[in-house]
């Protein structure tokens, strides 16, 4: 009965290292992945409007108030 729980243990441990490798994989490319949106993200530029006018704008409204 001993020797079967042994190696019943022994199967769970084998089970759990795969698995956590498993995970590990994972969560490297998720880290990557991130990685790789916050650059994009960083690279994004703002958006600048140079808008001038000569015209009286007090003429024009945002509609009714």
Do not use: H, T, W
């Not at 001993?2 to 441990?13: E, G, I, S, T």
């Amino acid at each position: 009965m001993a020797n079967q729980n042994a190696f019943y243990l022994a199967d769970k441990v084998i089970e759990l290292q795969e698995k956590v490798k498993e995970v590990q994989y994972e969560n490297k490319c998720l880290r990557n992945n991130l990685s790789e949106l916050q650059q994009k993200i960083n690279a994004i530029q703002p958006v600048v409007y140079n808008i001038s006018s000569k015209e009286n704008l007090s003429n024009y409204s945002l509609g009714d108030k």
